[in-house]
């Protein structure tokens, strides 16, 4: 009985392994602040890098030997904040940044705008002004995966505020005044529909969660259980996009116990009604959650200082960190044609793992600590 026993457990150490035992590596761009990375969906040896401090940086390059080599394609681009590429022309590349608007005896006089190019970075338009004013910054743009026409644009001054187009960057309209007030400003896209998104601010009290269905056109506000202070994350399953994952803190003033707290909440019906999951102590830490693209229970969450892993929808995690001891991490991305593989952008450089977790059907199944292989290694 024992031998049993002990066989098992062995099992149990081994399946934890298949899936936790991932390692990043470093990718790229070692020893540089890296911001954003943006990945071409059908050649992903193409990527598009912006290093540099927070919250702008400094440069623009592009690779097309899968991170081998980075030349800049920065242009006329002054401070690039963001990247987005569209998913069906992949040639069309979209960046937030600065435009040079006029001169003075301190300096150039810029003016947050939005470049587009149309042959992969290699010239880039004159810049589309959003408002005339020196101190707004893009934050965020988002081509939406079904029309891509349509782009949404999240812009900061003293607020933030939304903006959307309709002709694939050429004009910018103004979205609801809900969130033109809005601290910490941010949005998830529906991927079935251009029309459909969720908006959250991380530093307001007004407005916490809204969903529109009418391209950004109004807001009605989801209420979440034990009203929380503000939304710190949230997340859209994209193989399933009625399935949410929201984040959310409650203050030290609003609690009883006079400290911060977090939960988890998850959403199966587009934001009606949610489900409260285990709390963790790494939630106390601001992060971000991403869903992978084809599994809507393999859930990450990413801090400064490491990520952790679901697979069972948030009910329970196991850190996912190897290899990135003593690096800040500023940004998690998947890889557009395999899921599996994930970028991180840190203070030094770009780090790689690749799981060997496969989540194709009938291949996989749950354990107590995760998922075991059916066919393959594990039986």
């Not at 991932?22 to 890098?49: Q, S």
């Not at 998913?87 to 300096?107: A, I, M, Q, T």
């Not at 050429?170 to 005044?177: H, L, N």
Request: hydrophobic share 35%; with cysteine.
């Amino acid at each position: 009985m024992m031998r049993k026993l002990n066989f098992i457990f062995l099992l149990l150490i081994m399946a934890q392994a298949v899936l936790w035992g991932e390692v990043w590596e470093p990718f790229g761009l070692e020893g540089r602040w890296v911001k954003d990375l943006a990945i071409n969906p059908r050649d992903t040896r193409i990527m598009y890098a912006i290093p540099g401090l927070e919250p702008w940086g400094k440069d623009l390059l592009k690779t097309t030997d899968g991170g081998k080599t980075w030349h800049s394609i920065l242009g006329n681009i002054r401070t690039p904040s963001c990247i987005a590429i569209d998913p069906v022309n992949p040639k069309n590349v979209y960046v937030g940044g600065e435009k040079v608007v006029g001169r003075s005896k301190w300096g150039e006089i810029t003016n947050g705008a939005v470049f587009k190019s149309k042959n992969g970075g290699e010239k880039w338009n004159e810049g589309k002004v959003l408002i005339p004013d020196p101190g707004v910054r893009v934050l965020q743009i988002v081509v939406h995966p079904a029309d891509p026409e349509v782009l949404y644009l999240v812009r900061r001054r003293l607020n933030c505020g939304l903006h959307r187009s309709v002709d694939g960057g050429e004009s910018w309209g103004m979205c609801s005044r809900q969130v033109n007030e809005v601290g910490g400003l941010f949005i998830e896209i529906d991927p079935r529909d251009p029309d459909v998104l969720y908006a959250w601010g991380t530093a307001c009290w007004a407005f916490k969660l809204g969903k529109s269905d009418n391209g950004g056109g109004s807001f009605i506000e989801l209420n979440l259980p034990g009203n929380p202070d503000v939304v710190d994350s949230l997340a859209l399953a994209p193989s399933r996009p009625d399935t949410l994952y929201v984040k959310a803190i409650w203050y030290p003033w609003n609690t009883k116990d006079r400290k911060e707290k977090t939960h988890l909440f998850r959403s199966d019906d587009g934001g009606l009604t949610w489900e409260v999951l285990p709390d963790r102590p790494e939630f106390l830490e601001r992060g971000n959650l991403k869903v992978n693209p084809k599994d809507p229970n393999l859930i990450y969450h990413q801090t400064h200082s490491g990520v952790s892993v679901s697979v069972d929808g948030g009910k329970s995690w196991q850190p996912l960190s190897k290899g990135l001891e003593g690096v800040r991490i500023n940004k998690l991305i998947f890889d557009p044609r395999n899921p599996m593989i994930l970028y991180a952008c840190t203070n030094n450089g770009i780090y790689r793992t690749i799981s060997s977790l496969d989540i194709s059907p009938g291949r996989m199944k749950p354990t107590l600590w995760g998922y075991i292989r059916i066919q393959g290694a594990l039986r």
